[in-house]
């Protein structure tokens, strides 16, 4: 079984910093992509970053020049560091990963149970 711990959220004046793990564990060949999504109340769930295998990235327009995503192959962990942030980045945070358990099988998507940011005016 594979699971996906998000952490690191929690309360956060406007300005502020936060930086978010996502670790994933059990039997795990290898994990290629890793994103972060992100869901606002009354809102739909919304692309926040994306990292592939080969650390490349990929941000949100509202998000560049702000938020950093990262990630650490040999802990199977992806970060989300998040500087400058803004009242309308509140939302419960969720990391995805696409993990192979075995070099036969095709990636399979996984994502954890979210995080809930809140940063106040």
């Known amino acids: 079984q594979v699971q996906l711990v998000e952490s690191g959220g929690g309360l956060v004046q406007a300005g502020g910093s936060l930086r978010l793990s996502c670790a994933a564990s059990g039997t795990i060949f290898r994990i290629d992509t890793m994103a972060w999504y992100r869901q606002a109340p009354g809102k739909e769930r919304e692309l926040v970053a994306v990292i592939t295998s080969d650390r490349s990235t990929n941000y949100a327009d509202s998000v560049k020049g702000r938020f950093t995503i990262s990630r650490d192959n040999a802990k199977n962990t992806a970060y989300l560091q998040m500087n400058s942030l803004k009242p309308e980045d509140t939302g419960v945070y969720y990391c995805?990963?696409?993990?192979?358990?075995?070099?036969?099988?095709?990636?399979?998507?996984?994502r954890g149970q979210g995080t809930q940011v809140t940063v106040s005016s």
């Open positions: 995805n990963a696409d993990i192979i358990r075995d070099v036969t099988l095709s990636p399979v998507r996984y």
